[in-house]
């Protein structure tokens, strides 16, 4: 299981005195990025095939408080992804210093070409590299069709 430390700093907690959910955010975002690197994802990879991750979600469900003084390991493994890589999904589990797993969070994204800024699928040497991750219990292979059923459509604010 891939797993990364964090320790909670004084700006990662909220007025309630307990872990922000910005904080989760950016807790789960560095784990992401941490785990593609280390499977091959490196910022060169990215830049030589001009592609950048985008998220289409994050969804956090909270078991436990994370508090001032607790220290935390966020894992990260590979939930969903297209045929052809172009969209993924991860999930990321946070346990304290007792092993205890006080959230988990599902996200779902894509990459996109940064020139076009249009949604890209991946080129074969990374396809393999992240068909090769480690994966959930409950992997599936998803579709275009996936990341779009926790859409809503937006609403414009009427004319004045």
């Excluded at 490196?42 to 408080?65: A, R």
């Excluded at 779902?108 to 890209?120: E, L, N, P, V």
Aim: hydrophobic share 40%.
């Amino acid at each position: 299981m891939y797993l990364k430390d964090f320790e909670v700093r004084w700006s990662d907690i909220d007025a309630n005195r307990h872990l922000a959910n910005s904080a989760y955010q950016n807790m789960m975002s560095h784990a992401r990025m941490d785990f593609l690197t280390q499977n091959g994802f490196t910022d060169q990879s990215l830049i030589k095939h001009n592609i950048g991750p985008v998220v289409f979600y994050e969804h956090i469900y909270y078991f436990k408080e994370i508090l001032p003084d607790d220290s935390l390991r966020v894992s990260t493994a590979l939930k969903g992804l297209s045929d052809d890589g172009r969209f993924f999904q991860f999930e990321h589990n946070f346990y304290n210093q007792n092993g205890k797993n006080c959230a988990r969070a599902i996200m779902m994204g894509s990459w996109i070409d940064m020139k076009t800024r249009r949604i890209a699928a991946l080129p074969d040497f990374l396809l393999e590299l992240i068909a090769e991750m480690e994966k959930t219990e409950d992997f599936k292979s998803i579709t275009k069709e996936d990341t779009r059923k926790f859409q809503q459509l937006p609403v414009d604010l009427p004319a004045s």
